[in-house]
T-cell receptor, first 113, second 110 residues
Framework: DADVTQTPRNRITKTGKRIMLECSQTKGHDRMYWYRQDPGLGLRLIYYSFDVKDINKGEISDGYSVSRQAQAKFSLSLESAIPNQTALYFC????????????FGPGTRLTVL | KQEVTQIPAALSVPEGENLVLNCSFTDSAIYNLQWFRQDPGKGLTSLLLIQSSQREQTSGRLNASLDKSSGRSTLYIAASQPGDSATYLCAVRGNTPLVFGKGTRLSVIA
């Protein structure tokens, strides 16, 4: 089984809908991250969490919210999806005190019509 | 604000060639620099991580160097193979989590 899983893998939705993307990890890491990837713009950080009670905004947090339900779970929500949120979304994990290497999930392709 | 630039954006080479991918960053106050590989439609795989106190790291045919003072890193791939075809991303960690470059798309032609 994959160490970092994301659900769903693909999602098509309409403008104005609420969407939740989920990330789970079995690596035992305390740090988790959400990124989006757009053609020509690279990966940009949306939110990150260094433990269950810690949530921090990244470079592009507007229009998004997150929930760290447990050490192993970190969810990203789009409260009212808009077309420019169409992108590939990645979750990643790392471990405090470790090498700082981040481990990425397979991604969720989100299309907002 | 940290900015990371990767040159070239795309590269095509014949199999067997040695090649160098370049990464530059604007703020030299970093903790580490990481190189990732991304296959089409897939997630990222970490290749090498260089701490700010290190000058280089090696893994198999890959060698990454870091010159923190000049804000540069290179990824050297020896004896390239078609299986090396992918996008290679450079990312730096400073006071905030990783800031990524836009990547270099590598094609190795058999």
């Amino acid at each position: 089984d994959a160490d970092v899983t994301q659900t769903p893998r693909n999602r098509i939705t309409k403008t104005g809908k609420r969407i939740m993307l989920e990330c789970s990890q079995t690596k035992g890491h305390d740090r988790m991250y959400w990124y989006r990837q757009d053609p020509g713009l690279g990966l940009r950080l949306i939110y990150y969490s260094f433990d269950v009670k810690d949530i921090n905004k990244g470079e592009i947090s507007d229009g998004y919210s997150v929930s760290r339900q447990a050490q192993a779970k970190f969810s990203l929500s789009l409260e009212s999806a808009i077309p420019n949120q169409t992108a590939l979304y990645f979750c990643a994990t790392s471990r405090t005190g470790g090498s700082d290497t981040q481990y990425f999930g397979p991604g969720t392709r989100l299309t907002v019509l | 604000k940290q900015e990371v630039t990767q040159i070239p954006a795309a590269l095509s080479v014949p199999e067997g060639e040695n090649l160098v991918l370049n990464c530059s960053f604007t703020d030299s106050a970093i903790y580490n620099l990481q190189w990732f590989r991304q296959d089409p439609g897939k997630g990222l795989t970490s290749l090498l991580l260089i701490q700010s106190s290190q000058r280089e790291q090696t893994s198999g045919r890959l060698n990454a160097s870091l010159d923190k003072s000049s804000g540069r890193s290179t990824l050297y791939i020896a004896a390239s193979q078609p299986g090396d075809s992918a996008t290679y991303l450079c990312a730096v960690r400073g006071n905030t989590p990783l800031v990524f470059g836009k990547g270099t798309r590598l094609s190795v032609i058999a």
